[in-house]
């Protein structure tokens, strides 16, 4: 199984922009995905994280009401929708899946991941 972000980029604040990760060798459709991110100089930390019906979302609180995760298990593919972006949300954004079903905050519990996006919010 491989994963692919794209669609980083740089935006100033107070931005949009949506994040896609395509995933390939074997169909995720029934597996949980996420996004983390790492910020220069720090640990990776999680985003947002959802089951493959989406009735399972969970949103780290850092960027609850302003990110967005989706996801098109057709073209399995899964989404990060960032608005209202801050200086602050400048990071490396990986998409990850896990072999289960449910969802997890915890990056120890994801088995795939993908090379990451590099998101760059100017003030």
């Known amino acids: 199984v491989y994963v692919v972000e794209s669609g980083g980029g740089l935006v100033q604040a107070g931005g949009s922009l949506r994040l896609s990760c395509a995933a390939s060798?074997?169909?995720?459709?029934?597996?949980?995905m996420g996004w983390f991110r790492q910020a220069p100089g720090k640990g990776r930390e999680f985003v947002a994280t959802m089951n493959w019906s989406g009735s399972r979302i969970e949103y780290a609180d850092s960027v609850k009401g302003r990110f967005t995760i989706s996801r098109d298990n057709g073209r399995n593919t899964l989404y990060l929708q960032m608005s209202s972006l801050k200086p602050e949300d400048t990071a490396v954004y990986y998409c990850t899946a896990k072999i289960g079903m449910v969802p997890s905050s915890d990056e120890l519990d994801y088995e795939y991941w993908g090379q990451g996006t590099q998101v760059t919010v100017s003030s």
């Open positions: 060798g074997n169909t995720l459709a029934k597996n949980a």
